[in-house]
């Protein structure tokens, strides 16, 4: 029994030793030089944000809110926000940006 347990973490520990070694990825142009632009952002990317709202001359929090919603990015530079907001647990209406 105790050869298994000692088998299963030598493995564990070897996998995360390999996990470690991988490269990182991103877009690389010709020179190896990292490249970005707008063409690699596509897809979809969810967000998430909690806190508390003040109010401008006031030092305590007004109320408590929190954000969640979905990036669309079309990969030419466009694209579209789906938001919900809730200020002291009532969702809000915020218009599709």
Known sequence: MKRKALWTVGIGVLGSVAMLTAGQGFPVG????????VATLKGRY???AQGL????????PAAAASVAGIHVFNGDGTGYDLVTLTLNGIDQQVPNL
């Open 30 to 37: 010709n020179d190896g030089s990292p490249k970005c632009s």
């Open 53 to 60: 709202v003040f109010a401008p001359d006031q030092t305590e």
């Open 46 to 48: 969810l967000f998430a």
